[in-house]
């Protein structure tokens, strides 16, 4: 079983759509939940970073966490053509030796139809 | 202020050679990771470095190797390459290590595209 498990999409919606992309995880000891906006071609970049469990909110963007469920949000409010991307989740813990473990999802690739 | 940078964008390689990618961090950034991404996947956590010293290696083979220099910027080395090492190499950098809180953050460089014919 993989430690991140990303719903691999695609996902196609129209312009103006909420859209919904979500993350399940195993690791019971993840800290950090990060979520980064990768187009093609190009490095991931960050769009959120939540710690404890509730709603994060940034523009457009919600975050959402529940740590029982061990399960991971992203809402797009207004979704546009440039939202176009794939997005990947991606969970931190701190290792033994003091260094940080990042462990990223598969990522759901995203298109928004004008 | 810069973001993080790579070079080169792109590398053509043969089987059998060996390659070297190289990376910036962002200005005052101490830590310096590296990632492994093919194509359809999610990047795989390679090494991280932290004031030039290795702190962290995921599961690749010993034909891979990093260092990191006085200035913080960061090489990765990879030896007798294979087919299945082309991908797409990412550097990350970050303020800290182990604070744990959001100095911890990482920010990706665009990436260097390894081709291995």
């Known amino acids: 079983q993989k430690e991140v498990e990303q719903d691999p999409g695609p996902l196609s919606v129209p312009e103006g759509a909420i859209v919904s992309l979500n993350c399940t995880y195993s690791n019971s000891a993840f800290q950090y939940f990060m979520w980064y906006r990768q187009y093609s071609r190009k490095g991931p970049e960050l769009l959120m970073y939540?710690?404890?469990?509730g709603n994060k909110e940034d523009g457009r963007f919600t975050a959402q966490v529940d740590k029982s469920s061990k399960y991971i949000s992203l809402f797009i409010r207004d979704s546009q053509p440039s939202d176009s991307a794939t997005y990947l989740c991606a969970m931190r813990v701190m290792n033994s030796g003091g260094y940080q473990k990042v462990t990223f999802g598969t990522g759901t690739k995203l298109q928004v139809i004008p | 202020d810069a973001g993080v940078t790579q070079s080169p964008t792109h590398l053509i390689k043969t089987r059998g050679q060996q390659v070297t990618l190289r990376c910036s961090p962002i200005?005052?950034?101490?830590?310096v990771s590296w990632y492994q991404q093919v194509l359809g996947q999610g990047p795989q956590f390679i090494f991280q470095y932290y004031e030039k010293e290795e702190r962290g290696r995921g599961n690749f083979p010993d034909r891979f190797s990093a260092r990191q220099f006085p200035n913080y910027s960061s090489e990765l080395n990879v030896n007798a390459l294979l087919l299945g090492d082309s991908a797409l190499y990412l550097c990350a950098s970050s303020s800290f290590l182990g604070e744990g809180g959001s100095g911890d953050t990482q920010y990706f460089g665009p990436g260097t595209r390894l081709t291995v014919l």
């Open positions: 200005s005052g950034h101490k830590s």
């Open positions: 939540t710690y404890s469990s």
